[in-house]
């Protein structure tokens, strides 16, 4: 598809949503407050980046933060990138922002696979951050300690890590799904002091066992003082050795929470980028500046209210899992799934919205993609009569997904794709309940965001395709990398490219319409006959192939040049013979153009994927070359890539 002013608009805000949204109230806030009137969006985000300081400390105020807000700058050492510090000398504590007013509300609804259903109000979630506090009071927990967890996406994983932060620890948290090696390179590096585990989780119908897992961090992780165990399926069953139950460790009389008040860039997360060329990176982020930026993207871009249920799939080894969580700040509920999003069929994440009353449904570009191929209708299931927002992030969202989403979902709906990353724990492209949505677009840089377009030269283009950066400071920034106390590495990963400017590693298109549009990757271009091509492109016309479930694009050095090389999963029962070649050929041919088209499409039986379900070109492109694929620990099916190991079809 080709990008441009005639991508179709598929949705507009009504007036009253758009009189009523976040973005709109923040607008007239700030008119009455004297700081300007903005009439539109372009506005409003040109003052972000005009007025860093008025802008961030008016995104605290509007969002209620008790920040001690005074004559102090709101900004230090701006706008050196890196470098600069947000809000010096306040102090907060990030769980308190979360579990002020503890009330009769819904904090969060819990359900999973086998229709196991939890729900606690704010006031019980408070009075169980206060049990599991306690325990860590006892275990002698200090502000800056680091405390780990391998829990599925239940409300003990939201207990602990609030109880945790409450007193100033670090939370680092990878999902169970994770083998032992890519849980020791991770938490080995950050040497926690506390472990919570669990014994097992439900997965497509099956009990997954992992205290073979667990026995292997206790042996391997010297920095653990305890192990906390939060019972799973195999509860009743004889728990590791040298563990400690969750009753046990949490204390039943304990009804209030302390608070440690902490600098604004305290540490508060560790988070891990996936590993697929070497060891995970290990990311610090700050409390303040992840709290801040959550509140503007929630408040104002998602326009989450009180009275909003906010569901997003995700596995607490996914930085989804904590954009999700902060969500409680704005007094809306949580509604968290843990299973097999296909099992017993697709419609299982549909009907648990329709029967919660979700009015947020977040997911993964990929999962949207599989529903229309399975030809899935979700309006049957849901509410679109209460659902009103569709977020999905995790890879580029196809054009034809963006079509299936009014069709099968709801017309009604505002489709908000998002893109950032770990790196930031939030976004640099947004959506925005006050424009219209275009289909195959990203709506908007997000508020307080310099985003632009470089091209290889490191010049800023106006419109056209190329690396996006950040220009300037913004205070989700990561604090720098675990064990790099001259911030070595971390310069080389963000600034190495273009100094003084963050390079985020996507490839980006910037549109006359005024949205945006991901290629993919941009270390995963494609460049036949030097011609810039993304994976992107091609992925979205495959989408368009019924007998292909994905595909995965690498270049082959071939010749003197690059070719492309397809690699294509079909759905059960489809063989790859020469006029399904053809058809996909002439699909890409046709709608991408003659450059985009294959020199090779070769079928494998499943797709390399990183644990949080990305594809790894990189690794498949390395594989194909004979050279050694990276970290394959970093890889939920490492596997998979012996399917593209000395191909013969790939040697003429």
Aim: aromatic fraction near 8%; charge should be neutral.
């Amino acid at each position: 598809m080709k990008a441009g002013p005639g991508n179709p608009e598929l949705w507009r805000p009504g007036a009253a949503r758009s009189r009523d949204s976040g973005m709109r109230r923040f607008r007239e806030w700030l008119g009455a407050k004297g700081l300007g009137a903005f009439t539109d969006y372009p506005d409003l985000h040109a003052w972000s980046l005009r007025e860093p300081a008025e802008f961030w400390e008016s995104v605290a105020r509007f969002a209620g933060l008790d920040l001690a807000l005074d004559e102090r700058p709101v900004l230090e050492g701006f706008p050196a990138l890196p470098g600069t510090r947000w809000f010096p000398g306040r102090q907060l504590n990030f769980a308190a922002c979360l579990l002020r007013d503890p009330d009769e509300r819904l904090a969060m609804i819990w359900r999973d696979e086998t229709g196991a259903r939890r729900s606690l109000t704010r006031r019980e979630l408070h009075e169980a951050v206060a049990g599991v506090q306690a325990g860590l009071r006892a275990a002698g927990l200090a502000p800056g300690d680091r405390v780990a967890a391998m829990l599925p996406n239940a409300p003990e994983a939201v207990i602990a890590m609030l109880a945790v932060t409450a007193l100033g620890g670090t939370w680092t948290c990878c999902s169970p799904d994770f083998g032992a090696d890519a849980v020791l390179e991770r938490f080995g590096q950050v040497a926690p002091r506390l472990l919570f585990v669990t014994d097992g989780y439900h997965w497509a119908g099956r009990r997954i066992d992992v205290r073979p897992v667990v026995a292997q961090l206790a042996a391997h992780l010297p920095s653990v003082e305890r192990i906390i165990s939060v019972p799973g399926p195999f509860a009743r069953e004889p728990a590791v050795a040298g563990t400690k139950s969750w009753s046990a460790f949490v204390d039943p009389a304990a009804r209030q929470v302390e608070y440690t008040e902490l600098p604004f860039d305290h540490p508060l997360y560790i988070l891990y980028s996936s590993g697929t060329t070497g060891a995970p990176k290990c990311i610090v982020h700050g409390a303040g500046g992840t709290l801040l930026t959550h509140l503007k993207e929630h408040l104002l871009h998602v326009d989450l209210k009180p009275s909003d249920r906010l569901f997003y799939f995700t596995t607490c080894g996914w930085m989804m899992w904590n954009w999700q969580v902060s969500a409680l700040a704005t007094g809306a509920a949580l509604v968290l799934y843990e299973g097999s999003p296909m099992h017993p069929d697709p419609g299982v994440l549909w009907r648990m919205a329709g029967e919660e009353s979700v009015t947020i449904f977040g997911t993964s570009a990929r999962y949207l993609a599989s529903l229309e191929k399975a030809q899935f209708s979700p309006r049957r299931h849901c509410r679109p009569d209460v659902l009103r927002t569709v977020l999905s992030t995790g890879s580029p969202l196809l054009p034809s997904s963006f079509d299936f989403v009014y069709r099968e979902i709801g017309a009604d709906l505002h489709l908000a794709s998002i893109a950032g990353g770990t790196d930031i724990v939030g976004c640099f492209l947004a959506g925005n309940p006050e424009l219209p949505v275009r289909r195959g677009e990203l709506q908007c840089a997000a508020l307080g965001m310099a985003v632009e377009v470089f091209d290889e030269r490191g010049r800023a283009m106006e419109a056209g395709r190329g690396e996006l950066v950040c220009t300037q400071p913004f205070p989700s920034m990561p604090l720098g990398f675990w064990n790099d106390p001259e911030g070595e590495r971390y310069r080389a990963a963000y600034f190495g490219r273009f100094p003084g400017v963050w390079t985020h590693g996507d490839d980006v298109e910037r549109l006359p319409s005024g949205g945006w549009m991901i290629h993919g990757r941009s270390d995963a271009v494609l460049n036949p006959g030097g011609v810039r091509i993304g994976t992107a492109e091609i992925y979205r016309q495959l989408a368009h192939v019924a007998e292909v479930r994905e595909g995965l694009a690498v270049g082959q050095d071939w010749d003197g040049d690059t070719r492309i090389v397809l690699f294509v999963e079909l759905q059960p029962g489809c063989v790859l013979d020469a006029s399904l070649v053809e058809r996909i050929r002439a699909r890409i041919r046709a709608c991408a153009s003659p450059r985009h088209v294959p020199a090779r499409v070769l079928a494998v039986p499943e797709l390399p994927r990183t644990r949080s379900g990305k594809l790894v070109e990189l690794a498949v492109r390395a594989v194909i070359h004979g050279r050694n694929p990276g970290n394959l620990a970093a890889l939920a099916n490492p596997g998979a890539l012996d399917h593209f190991r000395d191909r013969a079809e790939l040697q003429s």
